[in-house]
């Protein structure tokens, strides 16, 4: 008979390192003998983070067009397919702008599924130098906003990225572990600290004006887009996404527009690049097949959420891909403002 699989959710701000996290979370799981499954999320499709989830070797499931909590059914038909395959943990990620998750998703598992699921502490990662901005009064009020109450409804803050962090804020939370999802450094006593079944997820409630919520995420344009790139000289999945980044945080900045998290995805059959830039001006991230021999054919991914309309997230797209030394046949495309939150479910008292 199949064993009830926890379900990890693993939140916090754009950029914030969460399937980073659950990538690595799964590496280690399977190293231990368990079996663990991954659920994406996003406002859009053509998502980079589902291609990361595969690339590590997870079986994963993406609910798109819309957060967890305005598709919870899907979410909770994304978890039955995967307990078809008997997983002993399913990881999953919520959209880096949503709020109210523990109303919206984790009381609803609660309460009319925790006969399938068990309910890990839900886990809020936050960057540490995001958190200095976020947390000063010039921090954008919308997205400061949307950022306490990710942290407010939190069973567990951790601070990710300790590998480069200078400083550590102090958080209205208090206590806040300290991992880097990027080296390995604390994910293995996060992971126990998950899973050890003492403490149930969804602990917190948080009220929230979805007036105000919905004008928050607002502030943020979204752009999804894949295409294949075909070129008439080979080159390298690296060399592909390296000046393609360069080239869009040069006119989003020109733009005075503010990333929130550009990621670019290059697959090719030598190899795969992800690219990442979660702030102006920042040394991206790279990783992948950095050696990754040269080819003619490559998909690419973008996804980007900046503090810019959808037409000039667009705009500033189509000129650094007519940039891009090929033929671009394009595959998805889609710019937009997340539309105002309208949760499935929404349980206002912890049982
Ligand atoms: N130095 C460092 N970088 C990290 C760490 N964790 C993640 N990153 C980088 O931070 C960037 C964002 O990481 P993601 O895992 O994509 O963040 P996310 O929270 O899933 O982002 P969204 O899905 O867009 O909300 C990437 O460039 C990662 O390589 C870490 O522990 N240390
Ligand atoms: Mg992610």
Redesign the pocket.
Known sequence: MPSIPTIVFVG??????????LVQAAALLRDSGMRAALITNDQGGALV?TRLAQAGGSRTEEVTGGCFCCRMSELMAAADRLRAFDPDVILA?P??SCIDVSATVLQPIRQFFGDHYRLAPFTV?VDPLRAGELLSPEADPYLSYLFSNQIAEADLVCY?????AESFPDLPAGYAMR?????GQGVREWLAEVLAGGTAGGKRLTEVDYEYYAEAEAALGWLNWQADLELGQALSPAQVVGPFLDDMEEQLTQAGIAIA?L?ILAKAVTGTIKA?L?RNGDEP?V?GDLTASPDTRHELLL?L?AMGSPDDLRAILRQASRLLPGRIVERHLESFRPSPPKPEYRIESIP
């Open positions: 916090g701000f754009l950029g914030s390192g969460k399937t980073t996290l983070d990620e959209v880096g990662l990710n990225k300790a590998d480069v991992l880097s999802a990027r080296t998290h990621k990442s979660c991230t990783d996804n959420r």
